[in-house]
């Protein structure tokens, strides 16, 4: 490799180490602030012309709140909505009393599998906070989960979507890989899925219940309110019950009228739904099919949640009686807790953004295409490395399957499809602190930069590796 390309690479290094000095030192800086300064010193240091350096931060802030900014805007209201009429109450319940503090984590992992399907990482994560908060704030409240009940249900949530997040197709992610190196998409599904179902269980339940003794997070009060209003009511009392803890314990004064279990379930899955048929539509339908245009609109992130939304407003908020002013108060007081949140994942975009038009994301992908090992274990690499570098899987599963695609010109379609998962799997891992998600994960959670990184980026690293390790143990017999 050429000085210059190992000098970016320091620049990289010595970028990622500044961020966390300013946000964990003396100075506390907020990270919405730490990530600017260190965006404006790497893009300075990394040699990015002066005339471009607050372009690439605007473009880069802009971008990443256009897309995972709004959506969470709406997501947040969504679940007020879920809150304020006790639909949440109604799915936590449901779940409790189907189950224990040690089978729970197992059906949350369940859960957030199936909903993540057709949802990026973020989207998931939104759409599954209501329920993670309310179910997780009942067991602390009892002490039922024996040790932190946040870590010990966050985890199997952030590891299944993570999981599908990457490495199943018909997730767009590793869509795109399959599309990239023309590998088939049927077997490329069951490859996934092979991997996929033993990655969720060890990196989820199982990995959850040993760090859950080790590591105690809890939320801001403000979010649990938000999301829970007590996470209580009669029916709280009696899932309690069903599920081996004492009667009464956790009920507030004062109890919600009930929502249908149906309705609550419904409010929820209406985006999860749209999401999935865009991408079935994408599959079956071609390109010029009016019902395929329409889908594929339906189907966007926004426009989802923006249904899902609206749905939810109607379903339990408008047409149940309340006021329609006490309403829109509500769901404006809502977004006061995630403004922090917003800037932040801002700053995030902000930071990838300079990492790529810099050049430091070019030399990473440089110095990981010069190793010499299996096209297997250097589509992983080259995609845990560009995703790391750049703050996105889905720009870390383009850009490694640009660079491995000519190498498979002569390999069988299972090999093949066993890149593609390959990829989906290293976009996964190492996943810090220009990644979107990392920040919404901490600050969702209330965690320390320290919390954050046990939690969320150990168990996305680890979600990569048992996908490369399940690789490893399937190309045995395949």
């Known amino acids: ?10 620049v990289l290094v010595a970028a990622v180490a500044l961020l966390v000095t300013l946000i964990n030192s003396r100075l506390r800086l907020h990270p919405f602030v730490a990530l600017l300064v260190v965006s404006l010193i790497a893009g300075l240091a990394a040699g990015e012309p002066l005339t471009k350096i607050a372009k690439s931060i605007e473009t880069g802030a802009g971008d990443i709140l256009g897309n995972v900014g709004v959506t969470l805007a709406l997501g947040t209201m969504l679940g007020r909505l879920l809150a304020d009429s006790g639909a949440t109450d109604r799915i936590a319940t449901a779940v409790v009393e189907r189950s224990t503090p040690r089978t729970l984590p197992w059906l949350m992992a369940l859960a957030a ?7 990026f990482f973020e989207v998931g994560l939104i759409v599954l906070l209501p329920l993670v908060f309310s179910v997780a704030e009942r067991l602390r409240q009892t002490g039922a989960a024996g040790a932190s009940s946040y870590t010990l249900l966050a985890t199997p949530t952030i590891a299944a979507l993570a999981t599908l997040h990457g490495m199943v197709p018909p997730h767009p992610g590793p869509l795109t890989a399959v599309s990239g190196l023309h590998a088939d998409l049927g077997k490329t599904i069951v490859v996934g899925f ?17 760090l859950s003794a080790r590591l105690s997070i809890q939320p801001d009060q403000a979010l649990v309110a938000q999301f829970t209003h007590g996470a209580g009511g009669a029916d709280a009392g009696r899932a309690m019950a069903g599920a081996g803890v004492p009667a009464g314990a956790g009920e507030p004064e004062t109890a919600r009228s009930a929502v249908p279990t149906g309705t609550a379930i419904v409010s929820i899955l209406v985006p999860v739904a749209l999401m999935l048929l865009r991408t079935l539509a994408e599959i079956a339908l071609p390109d010029k099919n009016p019902v395929r245009s329409v889908a594929v609109l339906l189907g966007e992130p926004v426009i989802a949640m923006l249904a899902g939304f609206l749905f939810a407003l109607f379903a339990l908020a ?15 007081d809502s977004l ?12 995030g975009g902000a930071f990838n953004e300079v990492l790529q038009d810099s050049g430091i994301s070019h030399a990473v992908g440089s110095a990981a295409g010069r190793l010499k090992i299996s096209v297997l274990v250097l589509a992983w690499l080259l995609a845990l490395l560009l995703s790391a570098s750049t703050g996105s899987a889905t720009v870390g599963i383009v850009s490694s399957t640009g660079i491995v695609a000519p190498l498979l010109a002569h390999s069988g379609s299972w090999y093949t499809a066993m890149v593609v998962v390959a990829i989906g799997a290293g976009s996964i891992g190492l996943n810090y602190v220009n990644h979107a998600g990392f920040w919404l994960v901490k600050e969702s959670f209330g965690m320390t930069m320290g919390q954050a990184t046990k939690l969320h980026t150990t168990v996305q690293t680890l979600v990569s590796v048992l996908g490369l390790a399940a690789l490893g143990i399937l190309s045995i017999f395949v």
Do not use: D, Q, Y
């Not at 490799?1 to 320091?10: A, C, I, N, P, V």
């Open 1 to 10: 490799m050429s000085g210059h390309t190992w000098f970016l690479l320091g």
């Open 113 to 119: 599998f199936v909903i993540g399907i057709p949802m």
């Open 194 to 210: 092979a991997c996929a179902v033993p990655t969720v269980i060890l990196a989820g339940p199982v990995f959850g219940r040993w």
């Open 318 to 332: 408008l047409l149940r009686g309340r006021p329609g002013e006490v309403v829109r108060r509500s769901v404006s």
């Open 336 to 347: 006061k807790p995630v403004v922090g949140i917003l800037l932040i994942i801002g700053g």
